[in-house]
């Protein structure tokens, strides 16, 4: 029996000399010291801005005003120690910004616990803050999650083990809970005069909206149901509210692996009353079920009495605007491209969001900046050209529009343009390291090509520059798998790291070629959910295996070099590429993959009611065949599987099962754990040490050493 071996990054130095070297211009840490923006958010009133920049691993609130907006931080968090910042906000009168430190709110799960990735004996805690606007001390109001502040910016409400609870924006008295009310409440929106408070009190089958007015008055529930209401949002005069209602769960068993309309429908309904009417049902088709992009409904009570949602029932994820007492859509966002990251203006008038359209055929595989008013069809792209720009925001007084931007070499900064448009202004651009390798980074090409079922497949080429002998090659392949790499840096931390990472690799010599298969965002519904996708027949992984055979063809690559490896949906695809097609990929790195479905969420179990599930048996072979466990006879190419042991995404046991299955199996592997770290690499050092480790696994395994 082959024995597997623990990842030493040791080893690593004695590849030093290896024939690709001299394509070697900067090291992982040079081109991971960019500093990341996320979070940004705007007030009510005035021009005042924040956002949160994760500087190597050091996550900081910094704030901006106009009409300079020059870059200020705010905290001094000083640390490596993992604490994300998050649910950042600014007060309508610009005076208190707020946000939560902590948890991993990427997470599937246990989100708002928090993380230790230092291995602290003291656990961290997931905490709301709230600091002055011009400069202070932060100071932590509770432990909690998912604070809003009062339009009088003097209060904040938010969710703690499942209540609401208050507190005084500057914490000058000690939390308390604002009302009990049995089940799970979330979804909380104050109205717009601050005297009420929308929220969403979840009951496990069904779930209602509710709205708080004092500890004196019962709470209002609003057209209570059978049914599971969610995201409600309130009228411009306080009067109203628009929801949305899904079916509640239960009902008789049904198939499995047939694709099913998921119905949903908005309303409306008088506060006071509690009455309630629908005013629109979403088309009973495949396309028309409940929209599973980025901000899911997007529901907006915008200006004029119209409500704004997203709906893909055309094929794409678009805006439609309805007025508030029913009556036919209007379609805001025509063409095909999707929206996502929307926003509106606090004015109520405009819809911003980042979509894949342009006037260059390239900008498929971008994002770019768009504008919309609530009640035309009158669309408008704001940043057109070869960069990416995403989460778009207006400023209180409707003077400029805030975002966040990058070039192909350029990483992600805050950016700033006037509303009306014109020259946009980078912030914070000494916060890139000199150090940062920004000149030396290779252009990604689009390429597409067909699968074998004539699915036409993008990604992303990065190619070494120099050399005129066969390179080897690598398949990336991303999680989600709802994700899209682009041409260019990624709005998500994650995949901004995979970005760096394949620049990283292409430096290193390696000809890497990044793929958008199905399943992913970006090219439709057709593509986003396609037939026996996943758990119920993998028809993705067709794409990943037509990629490796076209990158095989390529004159500079060598086909017998090429290695494969992924996160997430991208560790899953890896193990199944190295379970079924050994052959073709010499080695892969999987990078806390599923690994079996049924173990994941898929198990498919009979239960002791009467009424069984039509296809259960079906199902439970379709789920095992689509796993790589079920091909591991086949599997002989080498492995490094990496997973970080509080993985709230991905079990961690996926990995200890694969590993038990494959050193039986004889397969030779390498393993990394990072200790308690989770999905999203929190610790900046841990996701160093997991893209070395890629690295240098694929120059030892598919680089011959010097002689």
Excluded at 143 to 162: H, L, N, R, V, W
Excluded at 173 to 185: D, E, I, M, V
Excluded at 568 to 597: M, P
Aim: proline content about 7%; some cysteine.
């Amino acid at each position: 029996m082959k024995k597997f071996t623990f990842y030493c990054l040791a080893i690593g130095l004695f590849y030093a000399g290896t024939s690709f070297l001299q394509a070697q211009t900067f090291s992982l840490e040079a081109i991971k010291s960019y500093p990341f923006p996320t979070e940004l958010t705007s007030s009510a009133k005035g021009s005042r801005i924040a956002w949160a920049f994760d500087e190597q691993g050091k996550r900081n609130v910094y704030v901006a005003e106009g009409p300079e907006f020059s870059p200020r931080k705010l905290t001094n968090y000083t640390e490596d120690d993992g604490q994300e910042i998050t649910s950042l906000s600014i007060s309508d009168d610009g005076k208190w910004v707020v946000y939560v430190r902590g948890g991993d709110h990427g997470a599937n799960w246990d989100d708002e616990l928090p993380v230790n990735t230092t291995s602290s004996p003291i656990a961290p805690k997931v905490q709301i803050w709230s600091v002055p606007f011009a400069g202070g001390e932060p100071k932590a109001i509770a432990e909690g999650d998912m604070p809003k502040i009062s339009p009088q910016s003097d209060k904040i409400a938010f969710i703690k083990g499942g209540q609401v609870w208050i507190s005084p924006a500057d914490g000058s008295l000690a939390a308390k809970a604002l009302f009990s009310a049995r089940g799970t409440n979330n979804s909380i929106e104050w109205s717009p005069d601050g005297s009420k408070l929308a929220f969403v009190c979840d009951r496990k089958d069904h779930a209602f909206v509710g709205v708080f007015t004092s500890e004196t008055t019962p709470i209002t529930w609003i057209a209570p149901s059978f049914s599971q209401d969610d995201s409600p949002r309130w009228s411009p005069d306080g009067k109203k509210l628009v929801f949305v209602r899904t079916p509640g769960s239960g009902g008789a068993p049904d198939s499995i692996l047939t694709r099913k309309h998921r119905p949903w429908a908005i309303w409306t309904a008088d506060v006071v009353s509690g009455l309630a009417s629908q005013i629109w049902q979403a088309p009973k088709t495949l396309a028309g079920s409940v929209p599973n992009t980025h901000g899911g409904f997007n529901l907006h009570w915008a200006a004029n009495e119209r409500i704004v949602y997203m709906s893909y029932q055309d094929g794409w994820p678009h805006l439609y605007s309805i007025a508030s007492s029913g009556g036919t859509p209007l379609l805001l966002t025509p063409a095909s491209f999707m929206a996502e990251h929307i926003s509106m203006s606090h004015d109520r008038k405009w819809i911003l969001f980042s979509g894949n359209t342009g006037p260059d055929k390239l900008d498929i595989d971008r994002r770019h900046v768009v504008r919309v008013p609530v009640d035309k069809a009158a669309m408008e792209v704001l940043t057109p050209g070869n960069g990416l720009e995403w989460t778009p925001v207006v400023t209180g007084d409707g003077a400029t529009v805030a975002m966040i931007s990058a070039t192909v070499q350029r990483p992600p900064l805050p950016t700033v343009m006037a509303f009306t448009k014109g020259i946009p202004k980078l912030l914070a651009q000494n916060l890139i390291p000199a150090t940062f390798p920004q000149n030396q980074l290779v252009t990604p090409k689009q390429v597409t090509f067909k699968s074998p079922d004539g699915m036409t497949v993008h990604g992303q080429l990065f190619e070494p520059a120099g050399g005129s002998s066969k390179k080897p090659a690598l398949i990336y392949v991303h999680g989600g798998p709802p994700r899209q790499m682009l041409l260019g840096w990624n709005y998500s931390d994650y995949y901004a790291n995979s970005y760096a990472l394949n620049q990283y690799l292409a430096s290193q010599g390696f000809v890497v070629l990044s793929i958008n298969y199905r399943l992913g965002i970006g090219y439709g519904y057709d593509f986003h959910q396609p037939a026996n996708g996943g758990a119920t027949g993998a028809s993705e992984y067709q794409d990943v295996r037509a990629g490796a055979v076209w990158l095989a063809e390529q004159p500079q690559v060598d086909a017998t070099k090429i290695g494969i490896y992924g996160g997430s949906y991208g560790g899953y695809l890896t193990a199944l590429a190295l379970a079924r097609d050994s052959k073709l990929f010499a080695a892969g790195v999987d990078i806390h993959g599923v690994h079996d479905w049924s173990q994941q969420r898929y198990g498919v179990t009979q239960t002791d009611r009467f009424e069984k599930v039509p296809d259960a048996d079906k199902a439970a072979k379709v789920v095992w065949e689509s796993s790589p466990v079920s091909s591991i006879s086949n599997w002989t190419s080498p492995v490094l599987i990496i997973h970080g042991d509080d993985d709230r995404n991905v079990r961690f046991n996926q990995s200890v099962d694969l590993v038990r299955r494959l050193d039986k199996q004889g397969v030779p592997i390498e393993t990394l754990v990072i200790v308690d770290d989770t999905h999203h690499w929190m610790k900046h050092t841990n996701a160093l040490k997991m893209g070395n480790a890629t690295a240098d696994y694929f120059k030892r395994k598919l680089m011959k050493p010097k002689q």
